[in-house]
């Protein structure tokens, strides 16, 4: 078994796109293939939510200790920037597992 790098593991990680497959190429049984494989493998997007909702928790966390603790507010940014960015990234995947688990998609 080949072993992937880090850099692999840590965006197979974060990232759940390589999970999926393109289901707007095709004709019409590979489409419908490949709409039924996402909606089998939206199980995992939970996970992926959970992951990024902690990974914001954290930074949130950092940014704040060293903005009131440090006394560090330019310090601080450079964790709350990514931290509010984590909030777009997990209603994304919300989204995305709602309409995949419980929407009509074709």
Known sequence: MQSLAFSSLLYRY???GWLFHDASRGNLWE???AMQHNKTQARWLPTYMRR???MGMLLLAV???I???LCAPV???FF???SALTVPVSSLTAYLWLALTFGRMH
């Open 67 to 69: 903005e009131l603790v």
């Open 75 to 77: 310090l601080s940014a």
């Open 63 to 65: 940014a704040a200790f």
């Open 14 to 16: 974060l990232f759940f």
């Open 52 to 54: 990024w909702v902690v």
């Open 31 to 33: 489409r419908s293939a």
């Open 80 to 82: 709350y920037v990514p």
